[in-house]
């Protein structure tokens, strides 16, 4: 084992779905160590996720140039990797939680900075407390990020405001297109959204429509139980009014059997149901029915890369969350998460809190009902004024000559390795 020294290196490792600002994120933590060189000494990045601890499949990030770490700012997805592994307890499985010990303690590792939703703060928070069962001091801070917006305490989590700026826009352009067509054909048009259990995404969908543009949407949320009949009333009186309808539907949405419309009877990694599919569900259904002509998109992986219609907020707050986190460890802070506090709604205004990790982990925060219509398919001015500012502001990234974004891709540079093959 490597001998201890009084400065320590810090372990960075990305989760889960990635987003368009999680490298922001990042891009704070790296930025940040690199100004206290007489706390933190290198940064290293786990490749995909915290497998890259287990199997000591270490990213020496100080191989990266300035404007490497800074243009990951601008860089949407996991610079370094990222991965869906949900570590086990202690008692269950003792030789990963050695394993990364061992790794830690081989690279002198005092810090680990995991950057993720509710599965990637349970693992940051096991971490912590197996550094004081193992007797090896780690600092385990979590960085928020999941485009669900789903972790409590926090107003929001960075990847959100820019899933939901890029559902909006493209609820709000499709819709400009189904009503040139409606008349002779389409007049009916489904996005499909992300959101397992709560219905976040899907909301942004209701904000293509506004007093000075107004669009006829539907939005289908996990948290309201599907009633088909009430459904087709709302899709008829919209087509009849306005000559078509968009639907926003979040994957997640339930039928009154507790089931998934869209669940596919596969598992992922965690042990989540597989879903995905739920578009050409109520599609089906619209035409068995309406016998209305309908069009529908899943945006699937589109929403959380789409780095070129960043939200202004959500890349400075995703900056901010690493950034505090490497500002938390410094200060002596163990096991807990830095937050987004909002101050004021009009002017917009936040600030970075604190949460620990022991009220983060496996708790779900889902839409409030105060935030939904009494129909249920809509939301309201309280929702409205939550996430307006929230998708508000531009961050465009740099472009080339031929007219594309420029993003970058780093070394990823190894570190050598020290112990012996783990296999996960």
């Given at each position: 084992m490597a001998k201890s020294s009084g400065k320590k290196n810090a372990f960075?490792?990305?989760?889960?779905?990635?987003?368009?600002?999680?490298?922001?994120?990042?891009?704070?933590?790296?930025?940040?160590?690199?100004?206290?060189?007489?706390?933190?000494?290198?940064?290293?990045?786990?490749?995909?996720?915290?497998?890259?601890?287990?199997?000591?499949?270490?990213?020496?990030?100080?191989?990266?140039?300035?404007?490497?770490?800074?243009?990951?700012?601008?860089?949407?997805?996991?610079?370094?990797?990222?991965?869906?592994?949900?570590?086990?307890?202690?008692?269950?499985?003792?030789?990963?939680?050695?394993?990364?010990?061992?790794?830690?303690?081989?690279?002198?590792?005092?810090?680990?900075?995991?950057?993720?939703?509710?599965?990637?703060?349970?693992?940051?928070?096991?971490?912590?407390?197996?550094?004081?069962?193992?007797?090896?001091?780690?600092?385990?801070?979590?960085?928020?990020?999941?485009?669900?917006?789903?972790?409590?305490?926090?107003?929001?989590?960075?990847?959100?405001?820019?899933?939901a700026k890029y559902i909006a826009v493209s609820t709000r352009e499709a819709s400009f297109d189904v009503a040139s067509m409606a008349k002779t054909s389409t007049k009916v048009f489904i996005l499909e959204v992300m959101g397992r259990h709560a219905g976040w995404i899907a909301a942004a969908g209701a904000m293509a429509s506004s007093e000075d543009c107004e669009i006829p949407v539907i939005v289908l949320f996990p948290e309201v139980t599907f009633n088909r009949r009430k459904f087709m009333q709302a899709v008829k009186a919209k087509v009849k009014q306005f000559g078509y309808v968009s639907i926003v539907v979040s994957e997640g949405v339930k039928s009154r059997d507790g089931k998934f419309l869209a669940d596919q009877g596969l598992k992922d990694a965690f042990g989540h149901a597989q879903l995905g599919g739920v578009a050409p569900v109520v599609a089906n259904m619209i035409r068995e029915d309406l016998k209305l002509k309908y069009h529908w998109a899943v945006a699937d992986y589109l929403q959380r890369a789409a780095r070129h219609i960043a939200s202004k907020s959500d890349v400075e707050q995703a900056y901010a969350m690493g950034k505090a986190a490497v500002e938390l460890a410094i200060k002596g802070k163990n096991s807990v998460m830095p937050t987004v506090v909002r101050t004021s709604n009009s002017p917009y205004r936040w600030k970075v809190g604190e949460a620990n990790l022991s009220r983060v982990a496996n708790v779900e925060k889902m839409m409030p009902k105060s935030f939904i219509s009494k129909d249920g398919f809509g939301i309201t001015k309280k929702c409205r004024d939550y996430l307006g500012p929230l998708m508000k502001g531009e961050d465009y990234p740099p472009y080339g000559k031929?007219?594309?974004?420029?993003?970058?891709?780093?070394?990823?540079?190894?570190?050598?390795?020290?112990?012996?093959?783990?296999?996960?």
């Amino acid at each position: 084992m490597a001998k201890s020294s009084g400065k320590k290196n810090a372990f960075y490792a990305q989760s889960g779905g990635v987003t368009a600002v999680i490298n922001a994120s990042a891009c704070g933590v790296i930025e940040t160590a690199r100004k206290h060189k007489d706390k933190i000494g290198k940064v290293y990045a786990g490749r995909n996720g915290i497998i890259g601890a287990l199997t000591e499949d270490l990213i020496d990030t100080n191989k990266e140039s300035k404007s490497a770490i800074a243009a990951l700012r601008h860089t949407p997805s996991g610079a370094f990797g990222s991965c869906r592994y949900k570590l086990k307890s202690l008692e269950q499985n003792r030789r990963e939680y050695e394993r990364l010990i061992e790794v830690f303690e081989a690279h002198n590792i005092g810090y680990f900075f995991y950057n993720g939703g509710g599965d990637s703060a349970d693992t940051c928070l096991k971490v912590s407390q197996l550094s004081k069962k193992m007797g090896y001091p780690i600092q385990a801070i979590h960085v928020p990020k999941t485009v669900d917006n789903d972790l409590p305490i926090t107003d929001n989590c960075p990847g959100f405001g820019s899933v939901a700026k890029y559902i909006a826009v493209s609820t709000r352009e499709a819709s400009f297109d189904v009503a040139s067509m409606a008349k002779t054909s389409t007049k009916v048009f489904i996005l499909e959204v992300m959101g397992r259990h709560a219905g976040w995404i899907a909301a942004a969908g209701a904000m293509a429509s506004s007093e000075d543009c107004e669009i006829p949407v539907i939005v289908l949320f996990p948290e309201v139980t599907f009633n088909r009949r009430k459904f087709m009333q709302a899709v008829k009186a919209k087509v009849k009014q306005f000559g078509y309808v968009s639907i926003v539907v979040s994957e997640g949405v339930k039928s009154r059997d507790g089931k998934f419309l869209a669940d596919q009877g596969l598992k992922d990694a965690f042990g989540h149901a597989q879903l995905g599919g739920v578009a050409p569900v109520v599609a089906n259904m619209i035409r068995e029915d309406l016998k209305l002509k309908y069009h529908w998109a899943v945006a699937d992986y589109l929403q959380r890369a789409a780095r070129h219609i960043a939200s202004k907020s959500d890349v400075e707050q995703a900056y901010a969350m690493g950034k505090a986190a490497v500002e938390l460890a410094i200060k002596g802070k163990n096991s807990v998460m830095p937050t987004v506090v909002r101050t004021s709604n009009s002017p917009y205004r936040w600030k970075v809190g604190e949460a620990n990790l022991s009220r983060v982990a496996n708790v779900e925060k889902m839409m409030p009902k105060s935030f939904i219509s009494k129909d249920g398919f809509g939301i309201t001015k309280k929702c409205r004024d939550y996430l307006g500012p929230l998708m508000k502001g531009e961050d465009y990234p740099p472009y080339g000559k031929d007219g594309l974004p420029k993003y970058v891709r780093l070394k990823n540079a190894p570190v050598k390795r020290k112990l012996g093959d783990f296999k996960v």
